[in-house]
């Protein structure tokens, strides 16, 4: 699974504190159970705002079949919301995942430890915003980038911060498992 997925949430693209998560819980369908295609890698926290809730894959886009950068957008401030250019068909099962997971979850006002999720993918575009600047400076190069990204996990921020440059995006690509 991390091979094909790498070391990142399925969700939130966050780094670490993975586990196997069921796409099509137990509870609903125990025959899918040791199925390879019904796993995912699902941070602690996504994997409990999941919990049960959804019978099937059916009306949901899933990280496995769409790359998360194409059905939500990724704003500055940690925000996430569904993507505007999408059919209605593909906007509803984003809508969906959207709120099965809890994509959208931020603090109301002041972010708290409890606000981890939201807390590291404002770190992560922050993060971003000044590798660009150096890149743009020539205070860092294109490795560099990618391996800072690497560190930090939220593959579409930083696909986000950098549209435009193919260099970047390409690398990007090729970095982390699964986007291709």
Not at 100 to 110: D, F, H, K, Y
Request: net charge positive; with cysteine.
């Amino acid at each position: 699974m991390l091979e094909r997925l790498g070391p990142y949430c399925s969700y939130r693209e966050r780094k670490g504190d993975l586990h196997v998560e069921h796409v099509v819980p137990r509870h609903h369908r125990q025959d899918l159970a040791e199925e390879w295609t019904n796993f995912l890698l699902g941070c602690v926290n996504c994997n409990s705002i999941k919990r049960k809730r959804n019978q099937s894959r059916a009306g949901y886009t899933w990280p496995d079949d769409e790359v998360m950068w194409r059905p939500f957008e990724y704003l500055p401030h940690g925000r996430v919301k569904v993507a505007g250019n999408l059919s209605d068909s593909n906007r509803i099962k984003a809508e969906r995942l959207f709120d099965l997971v809890g994509l959208g979850r931020q603090p109301a006002s002041n972010p708290t430890a409890s606000d981890l999720r939201y807390l590291s993918r404002l770190e992560a575009w922050d993060n971003a915003v000044v590798a660009r600047a150096k890149l743009v400076e020539g205070r860092i190069d294109v490795d560099t980038v990618v391996e800072l990204a690497k560190a930090t996990g939220f593959w579409s921020v930083w696909m986000t911060v950098f549209v435009g440059n193919s260099a970047v995006c390409d690398r990007l690509r090729d970095a982390f498992p699964g986007t291709r």
